[in-house]
């Protein structure tokens, strides 16, 4: 069946790069896109990015333009969310959610990796 | 940007109760609207996709409706497991943006 797996909660000082893997099985990887969405504790759901597993195309939010990058790697079926330069307010629990369809939907979520930065 | 509002931001309802969620987006996102169920400490579920087809395995008392710029999500008859916190989603154009989440509470 259809899986996605991230990898295991870190913990970051400030201005360390993290990089977060989302691992799946169960499907054809380069027909569905992969998105990162982010959610800080207590608060709601922050869409990040976009990838084509496809060509590797990107979209980033605006926000986090500069310090996101989103890469993929086919022949182990893993995307990658590598943020650089991580500051307090990026804690949050980071998820890859697969997208299928003309109309773009989120149907299928790894379970999430928390991602605290403190010094 | 296109701005998703949810109302309310907080509903409390007992067991059995009809419950309706209201998502508005500051545009027209045509029939590109998610609905997600997410309980506490974990991942999103997708329920309801193109605003009204209901996602596989999710219960028939959820449903989806709208159009253009106003969307539901209706429980019809409330379970102890659909107390959680529900979140509309627009994937017309980039920046993908969810509306701030509601949460449904027992009363």
């Known amino acids: 069946q259809v899986q996605v797996e991230q990898s295991g909660d870190e913990v970051k000082k400030p201005g360390a790069s993290v990089k977060v893997s989302c691992k799946t099985s169960g499907y054809s990887f380069s027909s569905y896109g992969i998105n990162w969405v982010r959610q800080a504790p207590g608060q709601g759901l922050e869409w990040m990015g976009w990838i084509s597993t496809d060509n590797g195309a990107t979209k980033y939010a605006e926000r986090m333009q500069g310090r996101l990058t989103l890469t993929i790697d086919t022949s182990t079926r893993t995307a990658y969310m590598e943020l650089t330069s991580p500051r307090s307010d990026d804690t949050a629990v980071y998820y890859c959610?697969?997208?299928?369809?003309?109309?773009?939907?989120?149907?299928?979520w790894g379970q999430g990796t928390m991602v605290a930065v403190s010094s | 940007d296109i701005q998703m509002t949810q109302s309310p931001s907080s509903v409390s309802a007992s067991v059995g109760d009809r419950v309706t969620i209201n998502c508005r987006a500051s545009?027209?996102?045509?029939?590109?609207l998610a609905w997600f169920q997410q309980l506490p400490g974990l991942a999103p579920k997708l329920l309801i996709y193109?605003?009204?087809n209901l996602h596989s395995g999710a219960p028939f008392r959820f449903s989806g409706s709208g159009s253009g710029t106003d969307f539901t999500l209706t429980i019809s008859s409330l379970r102890p497991e659909d107390f959680a916190t529900y979140y509309c989603?627009?994937?017309?154009?980039?920046?993908?943006?969810f509306g701030q989440g509601t949460k449904l509470e027992i009363k």
């Open positions: 959610a697969r997208e299928k369809g003309a109309v773009p939907t989120f149907d299928v």
């Open positions: 989603q627009q994937t017309h154009s980039f920046p993908y943006t």
């Open positions: 193109e605003v009204s």
């Open positions: 545009q027209g996102i045509a029939r590109w």
